[in-house]
């Protein structure tokens, strides 16, 4: 189908895709389907968020996180050359009785428990209550590049009105500190598109051109609204390294295909082809524009996993229905 769609685009990988839990419908035969025909290839699936009213955590949704991680291995293990499984970790101190130590010393044992007994590879993490750039959460970093598992932070404001303060680019700074990390920041950052552009070109001086030895990504699910989408592809085109840039959809399963196509690939293809022509970026028609093309929506994040990864994943299936009725199934 997307062979249909757009004859140069050879394989799709959405690097942004959320889990909506077990009172959705959703199915990994029907995620699975709709990849297939949408033409995606594979998707990064985050475990389902926890929704409003356990936006500020109490001690009790320690449980509820483990719930929603071991769901999605479970929904990522049937299909595991497909879906690629993040846990969603969350170190705010009202997890830990107050104290942020307590609440990140919590993620690492959750992190361990999903690398070893639930055989995620992947991390996804949206601050509220905690801030990126404390101190406090090295621990957590070290833990996760320690385990060679790859990280999507959600960064910017959010859509639905949650607080988005905690979540300026800036703040990621502090991945530097560890240098096997490897993350992906996401949405570009909006509003803050230009500051994430400016944390990821500070990689150009700090890490060089290896793409192998870049810390930071971005995805450019979306983030911007409409009036600044061609805006902030186009800048983001030309003033970091393409190969830095991922797609992703931000789309919440279960999706029928038609609407993920609709909704999701002919947009974000149709800005990118009119943002690399208006940037003078890789002219239309060529083998460069096509390389770009394939570049962002497959290569760029596909890399950057197996620069974080060691070991493939193994999502444990669960053997039982797990029910998730704190699941959020729409979020940012
Ligand atoms: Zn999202």
Redesign the pocket.
Known sequence: MVGKLHPSLDRVLDA?T?LSGSDSGESPDAIVSTMDDAGVDKAFV?APLLNTRSWQLDEDDLEHIQTHNDYCADICSAAPERLYGFCVLNPTPSLGGGDKHQAVSLMVEELHRCYHDLGLRGVKMVPSGWYPNDPAMLPLYEAIANAHMYTVF?VGIFLDAKEGSFCRPAFYEQVHQVSTMRVQL??LGWPWVDETLAVLAQEKMTHGSDPARWQMRADV?FGPPDDWQLSSWERALTSVEPQRLIYGS?GFWPMEADRYVQAHLLPQLGVFETAATLGHVAEEGTDERHQLRQQIFFDNAWSHWCNAVREPQAPRRAGRTISTPQAAQK??
């Open positions: 942004h959320h985050f959600h996401a949405h699910s931000d979020a940012h």
